[in-house]
Nanobody, 116 residues
Framework: QVQLVESGGGLVQAGGSLRLSCAAS????????MGWYRQAPGKQRDVVAT???????NYADSVKGRFTISRDNVKNTVYLQMHSLKPEDTAVYYC??????????WGQGTQVTVSS
């Protein structure tokens, strides 16, 4: 089985920065696509950013220009560098991974709180 473990969440002021990390461990050859979702109380869990094993990235419109997703295929780790944080970025951030014909992988979530 694959486990995803996030780190790097915390409390920051508006305009600040955080870097989230997610390390994958377990029995697998590779995870084709990885990314980050976020969920605020009473809201849907929505995709923030994804990155393929080849390095192709996609971002939600709300974070374009502020967030950067990257991955290290050797370390099986995905990162989310967040700049110019806004109060509306406050949410639990979940690491996500996908392989063909396999259930989605999810991390436990890490809290990001941006104060105004």
């Amino acid at each position: 089985q694959v486990q995803l473990v996030e780190s790097g969440g915390g409390l920051v002021q508006a305009g600040g920065s955080l870097r989230l990390s997610c390390a994958a461990s377990g029995t697998f050859f590779s995870i084709n696509t990885m990314g980050w979702y976020r969920q605020a109380p009473g809201k849907q869990r929505d995709v923030v950013a994804t990155v393929t094993s080849g390095g192709t990235t996609n971002y939600a419109d709300s974070v374009k220009g502020r967030f950067t997703i990257s991955r290290d295929n050797v370390k099986n780790t995905v990162y989310l560098q967040m700049h110019s944080l806004k109060p509306e970025d406050t949410a639990v951030y979940y690491c996500w991974g996908k392989r063909p014909s396999r259930p989605d992988y999810w991390g436990q979530g890490t809290q990001v709180t941006v104060s105004s």
